[in-house]
């Protein structure tokens, strides 16, 4: 199975989010058109470890490790905060708070997965923690990004392809407009791990299905 490790939002702030969104995006959030899918809110989450293809047998060995070490990791509290865009592919909203104890927490989770059971363990903390909200394909951005393409080679202009095709992103406007956004706090008392069926769920995107909610210190 395909497997992570995250920490959901609380259905206040996941709720205040899409208000957000709908602010900025209008009819655009529920049809969004060709070339972009949005995650479904129930599936927004902050991952703290990625861990890839996985036996079925090796995860609960890494449960049982991952509920021994979270017993020293007491609850905390973060917030959906700001936004941007991966190369205008992705667009996410950042996280504040206690971020330094969001980042002990997937390190305790790394540890835990390689040290149990030598599952794989990408840290997904280290760099930015964010949650996705949505993708476009290459067939969104492209079009746009050879027009603009055009437009700088006539002005003699030397940005990348990569550069072009973010600005050209329709994600832009709902990256900036999440730049500011901040939503309300909750509190992190547990961790889940998901195991992500790829092409089986809502709009061909991925159907997450959960396999353990391990709680942290005290939240038992």
């Known amino acids: ?127 930015r923690p964010h949650l996705t909200v949505a993708r476009a394909t290459a067939r969104a951005t492209v079009p746009a990004a050879a027009g603009r393409r055009r437009v700088d080679s006539a002005r003699g202009g030397t940005r990348g392809p990569r550069g072009r095709e973010a600005d050209a992103s329709p994600l832009v406007p709902w990256a900036r407009a999440l730049a500011v956004y901040r939503g309300p706090s909750w509190r992190v008392d547990a961790v889940h791990v998901v195991a992500s069926r790829l092409g089986e769920g809502r709009s061909g995107g991925p159907l997450h299905e959960a396999v353990a909610e391990v709680p942290l210190a005290g939240a038992a």
């Open 1 to 127: 199975m395909r497997l992570f490790t995250a920490v959901y939002p609380s259905a206040e702030a996941l709720a205040h989010l899409e208000l957000a969104l709908a602010g900025v995006g209008g009819a655009s959030v529920a049809d969004p058109g060709r070339g972009l899918r949005w995650v479904p809110p129930e599936q927004r989450h902050v991952t703290l470890v990625f861990h890839g293809e996985v036996p079925d047998g090796a995860v609960p060995d890494y449960v049982d490790a991952l509920g021994d070490a979270l017993a020293d990791v007491p609850p905390f509290e973060l917030a959906l905060s700001g936004g941007g865009t991966f190369g205008g592919r992705t667009l996410w909203v950042g996280v504040a708070g206690s971020v330094d104890d969001l980042r002990r927490a997937g390190e305790v989770a790394q540890d835990a997965a390689v040290g149990a059971s030598g599952l794989p363990a990408a840290d997904r903390t280290s760099g």
